[in-house]
Nanobody, 123 residues
Framework: QVQLVESGGGLVQPGGSLRLSCAAS????????MGWFRQVPGKERELVAT???????NYADSVKARFTISRDNAKNTVYLQMNNLKSEDTALYYC?????????????????WGQGAQVTVSS
């Protein structure tokens, strides 16, 4: 079992910045990839950014050069620095973590989701 706690959402004006954090806790052996997704009403959840346990990152075209994903493995935390925010970035942001969890003598890979952090960009 892994729990994810998100923080850092809020209301910001266009051109402003926010930093989202997602901390993982619980019982696990290894955390692999970490990432951020976002969703608006009536639309499919979309990938924003991912980062591997080796530090390799990928971004959706819509956020490249504006968002930066990073992780602190010692704290089991992933961050999303969002700069030059636009109204189109308004969404509910979810963190996602892939982890290896022990079940008896078996180790299984699971994907875990945070509860979501609302980001609203408006003047």
């Amino acid at each position: 079992q892994v729990q994810l706690v998100e923080s850092g959402g809020g209301l910001v004006q266009p051109g402003g910045s926010l930093r989202l954090s997602c901390a993982a806790s619980g019982t696990f052996s290894v955390i692999n990839d970490m990432g951020w997704f976002r969703q608006v009403p009536g639309k499919e959840r979309e990938l924003v950014a991912t980062i591997t346990n080796g530090g390799t990152s990928n971004y959706a075209d819509s956020v490249k050069a504006r968002f930066t994903i990073s992780r602190d493995n010692a704290k089991n935390t992933v961050y999303l620095q969002m700069n030059n925010l636009k109204s189109e970035d308004t969404a509910l942001y979810y963190c996602n973590v892939g982890a290896i969890v022990r079940r008896g003598s078996v180790y299984l890979k699971f994907q875990y989701w945070g509860q979501g952090a609302q980001v609203t960009v408006s003047s």
